[in-house]
């Protein structure tokens, strides 16, 4: 018998630095509040492009050692956060970074784009009925923007999801479990479209010079599909400490960074949902969206509140 925090949250992403970005502030505010969160990289995220010069040498297409920094890299990310339980999905090193769509290193051995999703899936089955998540966070989809590991990330969690939920499914990784509520990591149009309006003015007082577009933010879309808004303000700058523990991809400068491409993005320190499977609730506070109707404003909303440790069966 384990004891864990009443509240348990996983998160599902792609690679080292995409769980900062899109939900930084999400996972230190619930780590703050004594939630046990749980992150689940599905790479090392070898194929990413290298910022810093002094450590070019790292990239795939010279020493093929960017994982192994990109493990360290986490570590100290999830240090800033506060997130003591991160994990690689099915054990470090098991997926490659697949790399951009279209590119050969989709298809190559281990790529995760080529990983049967059963078989993905069924690494992810076991934390799940181990930690017993009420609540997962995962991409739409699209994967947020078409990246092949990300939409990959997306098929295998929801799977998962459903797999872990089956008396019948491999007995062996443990009791079933059942989650409530699963989400999309998502970003309203109009929030994304004001930002960047913002951000206009913000360059001429940062390092960067040229803005990405909109369409670069990871999930962006209508706002009357987001069910669901994180205040996370308070932890805006573990965040940004999170992205910048990142720093053979990420450059942060004040409020805004910049990746590989050097184009300039602001750090959004409200983060947004959709919920796609459970109910939603809007008891306790809430914020109006840009339709006049509620939403939620706590990833358990509706879910008992339990305010002492729950005893559950590790597996």
Known sequence: MTELPARRLLLVHAHPDDESITTGATMA??????????????????????????????AADREDSLGAQRIGELAAAMKELGVT???????????????????????????FWSADPDEAAAHLVEVIREVRPQVLVTYDPDGGYGHPDHIQ???VAMRAADLAAEEAFRADLGEPHTIDKIYWNRAPRSVVEERFRWMGGALGHSPFRTPAAVADVPGVTDDERITTEIDGRPYKAAKAAAMAAHATQITVSGPLFVLSNDLAQPIFDVEYYELVRGEASTEGPVGPSKEGVARESDLFAGLERVTDAAEVTAL
């Open 85 to 111: 339980d991160h994990r690689f999905l099915g054990g470090t090193g098991r997926y490659r970074d697949s790399g951009m769509m279209g590119v050969e290193q989709n298809h190559r051995p281990g790529a």
């Open 153 to 155: 990330a997306h098929r």
């Open 29 to 58: 505010k619930y780590v703050a509040e004594g939630a046990h969160v749980t992150l689940v990289t599905c790479t090392l995220g070898e194929e990413g492009e290298v910022i810093p010069a002094e450590l070019a040498h790292l």
